[in-house]
């Protein structure tokens, strides 16, 4: 047998055990999350949010998201392992499509938490939801003309790799996901007046200990979860894709989009984590909060600086 056997073989094995951890991590983490979404999902008891259409959103964008990629990724490991360059052809789109739908959700879902977040900004929804289509349509483009790799050449099994006479601007495509995600995590950091507001709401009487005690609202609760999980997820998600934009530019074609499965593993995994979290957290009781008397003595008689 030549070389080139075996380097096919090498490239399946690695696209198929990619395949088998994404589906792993996916299983794994439905089942650790489960509780939490029979509770705060399907049989919820009341909650924070007063704007039922923006909770419905929500809730129908995390439910395409939790089911969703199971049966995408059942279909592709199914499917993987074909040999047929006919079958192989038609499938390749499918494992696109996929990462193109993981994308669109994860969008969306940013783009609300977002937008709530700088009370309901008509302009931070136009700004995001700009990238966001900017996005969209920088990877439909490239997708239109992807293929799959020939059983001919330095790979085997079915995998979807995007045309390959376009050379490096393939990173072009994911580059849109780059810019979305720096986007929402400027969005989430620098939003106005936070720290003015919160000291507006410096009222009550000192405790002994020389504090205030001061009334944190379910708004401040959420919010600081956001700005979280908004780093958390810009660092997660902006890594690996980061690490399958340089694939792109630097791998060789039979393993050039091997991450991009990973990430949208991966993409899948923290919306709904941050969801369910987000969701958890609201539903709390409010807390209070303990400052200082010396912090108050710097404000003046409205509470500002």
Known sequence: ?????????????VGNCM????????LYDQLLTFSDEVEYIWCP?????KDKLFNKMGIILFLINRYFHPLAVTVDMRFCLLSSLRIC????????????????????????????LHGKSTMVAIVAGAVWCLQIGTYMFFLSGGEALSQQGISGGCSFIFRISLGMLDILAIVGTLIFDSTILLLVIFRP??????????RGKPSASGYVEMDVTPMDVTHKSILQEGVIYYCVIFGINLSLTIMIATATPG???????????????????????????????RPIAAVPLSFIGKTDGHGLP
Do not use: C
């Open 193 to 202: 007046g936070t720290f003015k507001t919160l000291v507006q709401r410096l």
């Open 89 to 116: 052809s038609r499938f390749s789109w499918f494992e696109g499509v996929t990462y193109e739908v993981s994308i669109i959700i994860a969008g969306l879902v940013m783009i609300l938490r977002v937008y709530a």
């Open 255 to 285: 393993i050039r989009n091997v991450l991009q499965f990973t990430s949208e593993i991966i993409t899948a995994t923290m919306i709904s984590r941050i969801t369910l979290h987000l969701r958890k957290v609201s539903y709390k009781p």
């Open 1 to 13: 047998m030549d070389d080139s056997y075996y380097m096919r073989m090498k490239f399946h094995i």
């Open 19 to 26: 395949s088998i951890a994404g589906f792993t991590i996916l």
């Open 45 to 49: 008891r009341g909650g924070p949010s």
